[in-house]
């Protein structure tokens, strides 16, 4: 029988115990909604989720959906949640499997305040957009950047062309943001009056939105991390509890979204349906201000938080890394390729769940060694489903334009990652058959979906709980 004692082993270092302790999975935090130390101190630039999917209603599109500020509360007053107009918010595609960006989608946000001398945010009912008492508004460009050359991209200039053999080209501006949803008094009639208004049309086929969403990540992140529970298991885990049904700790939470349906022909454009996708957020490196406020000089931007895949940041890569990941390019990926081919966190299910065991070395034929399942499904895509033509190990979303989406070919807002990752991590995949077994596909937190229904057009994702409620 596996002791406290042999816990505690598995654990050597306090700060990283704590870490993967409550990570038995912290895809549960496959939202990377406090994947890495830095980012957790800027809820503005903190990606939460990156989804990419070939749309259901529209099969011939590929929608994009990032997520930023965790843990919304709606009643946020006075000063309601935001875009930071200060941060560079893009998506990035790779049609060729380099793990380079072959074309890529940027927002940026300005935010306007009619009246200065009030503290609302809205001094009467808001019935739409335009509405002039809506006391702070945003809007935001969306520019589409090609890399025209096999040079990394180069520094961002704004109304630049030409960068590190690029060209930009936008797609829209001045296009407003969908304000909070404050309540029935502020905001009557949300959906109809000021969400759907706010999806946009832009040039060249392309469809845009941006404004709060219900959070559609679900997991018990209260169980998770505690010491890698998942409630229906509680009486096979190390530490016994009752069992119970899971509860979704992200449920009541909104956050902020920026979301883009484009044509598949679009991006996948390579003659390969297969795309790989990622998204990042960028802070300028140093702004020096003029005497009255305003912006005399920028410096270039510099990537503070980066997601792809689900998972890889928040459990795979470890505490001394994450922040080196936020910052860092596809292509430089394989400097973290040791943490996916010996992913720490597998070997804590059998110490966790005494009895549960789990494959070591998973031949995929990489020649890589060690679990090379795992490098399959996050770096490479998987053969004959999402794996590019030609491909450059890397950590990024696959997707294959060509069929329908489904984790991990792509991400659908109603994929439950986190289950389907504990099980990935546990063998219970098509690449391990023995593994593939109960309990081992059995595992799950018990949260099976959210807690709001989804929308069944662009942009998906639920509406955003109001304040009052």
Do not use: C
Request: charged share 20%.
């Amino acid at each position: 029988m596996v002791s406290l004692r042999t816990l505690s082993r598995a654990f050597p270092v306090i700060g990283l115990s704590g870490l993967l302790a409550v990570g038995l999975l912290s895809p549960a935090n496959a939202s990377s909604h406090r994947e890495a130390p830095l980012i957790t101190e800027d809820p503005v630039a903190d990606l939460t989720d990156v989804y990419a999917f070939v749309s259901p209603d529209k099969p011939d599109t590929v929608t994009l959906v990032g997520n930023v500020i965790p843990f919304e509360r709606p009643a946020g007053g006075p000063n309601f949640y935001k875009f930071g107009d200060d941060v560079l918010y893009t998506f990035h595609v790779d049609s060729d499997g380099d793990a380079r960006p072959d074309r890529d989608f940027e927002f940026r946000f300005t935010t306007e305040v009619g009246n200065p001398n009030t503290f609302l945010y809205n001094v009467g009912p808001v019935g739409s957009l335009s509405d002039p008492n809506l006391n702070v508004r945003q809007s935001y460009s969306v520019t589409e950047v090609t890399y025209t050359s096999e040079e990394e991209e180069g520094e961002h200039s704004d109304g630049k062309k030409g960068y590190g053999g690029a060209v930009r080209h936008v797609l829209g501006k001045n296009i407003p943001v969908a304000p909070n949803n404050v309540g029935p008094r502020s905001t009557p009639n949300y959906d109809k009056n000021l969400a759907q208004p706010a999806v946009a049309s832009l040039e060249d086929g392309v469809t845009s939105f941006a404004g709060p969403r219900d959070d559609p990540f679900f997991a018990d992140l209260g169980s998770i991390f505690d010491l890698g529970g998942l409630r229906p298991f509680n009486q096979n885990h190390l530490i016994k509890l009752p069992n119970a049904p899971g509860e979704d700790y992200v449920a009541g939470s909104n956050l902020h979204t920026f979301a883009l349906q484009v044509p598949a022909s679009l991006v996948a454009n390579n003659g390969d349906p297969v795309i790989g996708v990622w998204a990042t957020t960028s802070r300028r490196a140093t702004r020096v201000l003029d005497g009255a406020g305003g912006l005399k000089h920028k410096g270039p931007w510099v990537q503070v938080s980066r997601l792809g895949m689900p998972l890889v940041n928040e459990v795979v890569i470890p505490l001394g890394q994450k922040d080196h990941f936020n910052a860092s390019k596809p292509v430089d990926d394989l400097q973290f390729a040791g943490s996916v081919l010996k992913p720490e966190l597998a070997g804590l299910i059998p110490v966790l769940y005494p009895g549960v065991k789990v494959p070591i070395n998973v031949n995929a034929g990489l020649g890589l060694g060690g679990r090379e399942d795992i490098a399959t499904i996050f770096l490479t895509g998987i053969a004959g489903v999402n794996q590019p033509k030609k491909v450059t190990p890397s950590e990024m979303i696959r997707l294959n334009t060509s069929t329908k989406s489904g984790f991990p070919n792509g991400r659908l807002l109603t994929d439950d990652v986190v289950d389907t990752e504990i099980r990935a991590l546990a063998g219970a995949t098509a690449f391990t058959p023995d593994f593939n077994k109960a309990p081992n596909n059995l595992l799950g937190d018990g949260v099976d979906g959210n807690d709001v229904p989804f929308l069944k057009a662009f942009p998906y994702l639920g509406i955003p709980k109001a304040g009052y409620d």
